[in-house]
């Protein structure tokens, strides 16, 4: 068993940094958050490497709609970072509803780089039923 102290703070600038570069879909430094071989399982979807949850999110966000992330809420409890926020999605087709599914992530920092991402679960949705 592990216990850890958590407090919720102030989303940190790494984690800000790194919603907007989806939101701009500029998909640039705000990924340097992640250690070169993070993992990422979000969702169905399983990803292996920074350059890889890279590429992955930027064709998911090019299937046709824009995204804006608001935090909620942050917590930090130092090897592990939780984010609870809701992801406002716009399709490009005007015609198709914008929705506003809840999110929730944990951040595993890197024991070596502890100010880097390891291992990064997220939950979204669902967008429709």
């Given amino acids: ?21 989806i939101d701009d879909k500029t998909f640039g430094k705000g990924f340097d958050c992640f250690v070169e071989d993070a993992t990422c399982r979000l969702g169905v979807a399983e990803w292996n490497g920074r350059e890889t949850i ?11 709609f824009t995204a804006h992330h608001d935090v909620v809420e942050y917590w930090d409890g130092g090897s592990i970072k939780i ?20 999110m929730t992530h944990f951040f595993y920092m890197d024991e070596a780089e502890p100010s880097k991402v390891r291992s990064w679960i997220g939950s979204v949705g669902p967008v429709q039923f």
């Avoid at 068993?1 to 570069?21: D, H, R, S």
């Avoid at 984010?83 to 809840?102: E, L, N, Y």
């Fill in 54 to 64: 890279r590429e992955s999110l930027r064709a998911f966000i090019d299937t046709g």
């Fill in 1 to 21: 068993m592990t216990t850890l102290t958590i407090n919720k703070t102030a989303p940190p600038e790494w984690l800000l940094a790194f919603w907007k570069e």
């Fill in 83 to 102: 984010f609870r926020g809701i992801v406002t999605m716009k399709p490009d087709d005007s015609s198709k509803p914008t929705v506003k599914p809840v």
